[in-house]
C-alpha cells in the first residue's frame, strides 16, 4: 500500500507558537496558569496541560472569579475588552494570540477608525470571529455563507471592509468576494486567510484526488480540520475524519491500495505518526 503524508500537516507557527507559551508558563510563570478556553482545538494536547495543572476557563466571565495567577490568551485572540479585564484585575498576561490574527485585530480596529463598516467572512460562533468582532463596533457584520451574505441589509451608499477568518476556506472566500462585489458596494478587500492554511488546504485537494482513501486528523471542534474534511471530500468519497488512531477503522482503508493523509493545524506530530504507522501496518 502507497502512503502519502501531507508535508503540511500538523501544528502551524501560531499553535506551536502558543502551545510553547503554555510550557514556558508552566516552568517559569506566575501560578495558578490559566487559558481562555482550550490553547488550542486538541484535546490530547489540552488533556496534557490540565495534568501539568492548566485550567481552562470556559469564558470572559470566568475572569472574574480568580484572585491572582497569569492568564494565558490562546492563538484564536480575543476581543480588546477582554485585555482590559485581565488589566483591571491586576491579572499577569500572558498573549499567545497567533500574530496572522493579530493583524486582522489591527485591520479592523484601524477601518473602524477610517469610518468603514466591517465585513467579517467566517463562522460567528467560532472564537477567532468573536476575538475579531470584538475589535469592531456595532456595525461590524459576520457571514460564513452566500445565504447569510443575502440576508444583509442594502449596504449601498456605505464604505466597506471585508476580511476573512485565518481558516477560512480561499474558494469560498472568493466566491463571496465576488457577490458583494456583484452588488455594487464601495469594498476594500483584505485576504486574511493564512498562507499555511491556504498551502495545506492546495496540498490536501492535490492529494485526495491521487489516492484511493484519505484520512484527515484533527480535533473535532477545529474549523481547519473540517474544512480539510469538506475539501478532501470532494476529491475522494472515501475519507475519514479522526482524532487519534482509535478512531480509525482498519477495515476502512485495508482493501485499496493508496491511502493519503493529512492533518490540521492543531494536530501534534507524534499522533500523525501514530496513524502513518498503523496504516502501514495495515495488511
Known sequence: MEVIVAKTAGF???VRRAVDQVYEQIEHGQGPIYTLGPIIHNEEVVKDLEEKGVVVLEDSDSLEQIGQGTVI???HGVGRQVYDQIKSQGLHLADATCPF???IHRIVEEQNRQGR???????SAHPEVEGIRGWGDDRTLTVKNEKEMEALPDLRGEKLCIVSQTTYNYNKFK????????KGYD???INTICNATQERQVEAERIASQVEAMVVIGGK???NTRKLYEICRKECRNTYYIQTVGDLNPESVSSVRSVGITAGASTPKNIIEEVHTNVRAIK
Do not use: A, P, W
Not at 463598516?117 to 463562522?123: A, E, K, P, Q
Not at 466566491?175 to 456583484?182: A, G, H, P, Q, R
Open 101 to 103: 490574527v493579530k493583524k
Open 175 to 182: 466566491d463571496l468576494v465576488e457577490k458583494f462585489s456583484e
Open 12 to 14: 502551524c507557527f501560531g
Open 73 to 75: 490568551i490562546r492563538s
Open 117 to 123: 463598516r466591517v465585513i467579517i467572512i467566517g463562522d
Open 187 to 189: 469594498i476594500l478587500v
Open 221 to 223: 471542534n477545529s474549523s
